[in-house]
C-alpha cells in the first residue's frame, strides 16, 4: 500500500480499530511505541497482539501465542532480573 497517513487519520484508524476490539469484548490499549506509526495492544486468553498501524498505509500484526507453561512465584525474580532494565552507575 502506497497510501501515506498524517498524524490525525493514524489516530482515527486507531481509535476505529480499538472500538471494534472493544465491541468485540477483547481487551486492548491503544500505544505509541514507534516512531513511523501506532500500536495497538490486544489481550486474549493465551494470546497477545501488537498491532502496527503505520504512517505509510502497511499494519503489522504480530501474535504472540502462549505455550501454556505454568511457573510459580519463583520465576518472578528470575524474569525481572532477566529483562528488567539494569541500574545504571
Keep these: 500500500m502506497n497510501e501515506s497517513f498524517s498524524a490525525s487519520e493514524l489516530l482515527q484508524r486507531a481509535h476505529a480499530l480499538s472500538k471494534e476490539l472493544e465491541n468485540a469484548g477483547i ?3 491503544i500505544r505509541f511505541f514507534r516512531e513511523d506509526g501506532i500500536t495497538v495492544l ?6 497477545y497482539w501488537e498491532i502496527d498501524l503505520l504512517e505509510d498505509g502497511m499494519t503489522h500484526v504480530e501474535v504472540l ?9 519463583t520465576s518472578i525474580k528470575r524474569l525481572i532480573s532477566e529483562f528488567g532494565e ?4
Design 65 to 73: 501465542r502462549s505455550a501454556g507453561d505454568l511457573e510459580d512465584e
Design 42 to 47: 490486544g489481550r486474549v486468553p493465551g494470546e
Design 27 to 29: 481487551w486492548n490499549e
Design 86 to 89: 539494569k541500574p545504571k552507575h
